[in-house]
């Protein structure tokens, strides 16, 4: 049966309440409400929200043997079955902070997704799979060592074995091993063997100073992408190929929490492209998808099903909201 292998970072997300954040100082103590505890990480956001799609997954990470990996193995459930357990590393964990009006910040832990490389993703995985989506290499520095061998491998891996793939990112923290590495190198080896690339503006303005979206897709596109999914927040997706630009807006909601929005896109995207939808299309399912999950707090819990989807397309969001420029 044909399926989406959706391979790279995993964490646990620990979400508290926020009604208000006036931020840390010394010595305070801030009261926040009851905490969500979701997975996280594009193996867990886009993997769990193609399933809940109704599209076949398998997903592939690296857990520790510690109570974070089990609470991750607890709440993913058989889809956890493609995971490797590690002794010697912790599980990967992130805080998440979502002030209510404010862009969220993070406290994280990449843990063994330090470790993961290019093997890591089996070559059974990889023939049983018709599309290969990877995540958060910045996030993962075994992957972007040696100007991103490891990385560059996977994806040769994949087109070797007859796969379309996908690519997204994440921002680097400048002060880690990621902010310190060339990018421009190590996407210039990968992005030959990426059909879709996937990042957001944010990504690519952290790792190459662009100031603006189609600043970010040209220089994409300079480095080998043939197709760019720019994810732009709340401004909605750019896409760009050799067929033109379009903005694609997003769709109205009343936002409870934006964690998880990217991946909800980028998977409502390749949910339209498993069923053969063109891109522009898919963009618009992954934009209709990416508003369902804003109005949750987690990255899970608001996907909806194929058929709640498309109802809702078909009624309040019958409107087109692709602006060819």
């Known amino acids: 049966m044909s399926r989406i292998l959706v391979a790279g970072h995993i964490c646990l997300d620990i979400i508290p309440k926020l ?25 867990s956001n886009v993997g769990r929200a193609l399933h809940r799609l109704g ?3 398998t997903l592939v990470g690296l857990i520790g043997s510690d ?46 997704n330090a470790a993961f490389a290019s093997q890591t993703v089996p070559d059974d995985a990889l023939s049983q799979a018709s599309h290969l989506h990877f995540g958060y290499p910045p996030l993962m520095k075994t ?12 994806f040769r891996r994949a087109k070797s074995a007859g796969l379309t793939t996908s690519l997204d990112l994440s921002v680097p923290d400048p002060n880690s091993f990621a902010g310190q590495v060339d990018w421009s190198r190590i996407l210039s080896s990968v992005l030959p063997y990426v059909d879709d690339f996937m990042p957001s503006h944010d990504d690519l303005r952290a790792m190459f100073g662009t100031a603006t979206p189609p600043d970010s897709v040209s220089k994409a596109h300079h480095l080998g992408a043939s197709r760019v999914v720019l994810k732009c927040g709340e401004e909605g997706v750019l896409l760009s ?28 995207y390749l949910y339209g492209r498993f069923h053969g939808h063109n891109p522009a299309d898919s963009v ?23 058929s709640d989807l498309h109802a809702r397309l078909d009624s309040e969001w019958r409107a087109d909201v692709s602006v060819g420029i």
């Open 19 to 43: 009604d208000r954040f006036d931020g840390f100082q010394p010595g305070s103590l801030v009261e926040v409400g009851k905490a969500t505890l979701s997975t996280g990480g594009v193996v």
């Open 55 to 57: 599209v076949p997954v």
């Open 67 to 112: 109570i974070f990996g089990q609470n991750v193995q607890s709440l993913l459930g058989p889809l956890a079955e493609g995971f490797q357990l590690c002794d010697d590393v912790s599980t990967s964990y992130s805080i998440v902070l979502d002030p209510p009006g404010q862009d969220r910040m993070f406290l994280h832990d990449p843990g063994a």
């Open 143 to 154: 992957m972007i060592e040696n100007d991103g061998a490891e990385l560059a491998d996977l």
């Open 241 to 268: 190929d050799e067929t033109g630009t379009s903005w694609h807006h997003c769709f109205p909601v009343t936002v409870t929490g934006a964690t998880g929005a990217g991946d909800a896109t980028i998977a409502g």
């Open 284 to 306: 618009r399912l992954g934009c209709a998808v990416g508003a369902f999950c804003c109005e949750s707090a987690d990255a899970v819990s608001g996907i909806p099903t194929s």
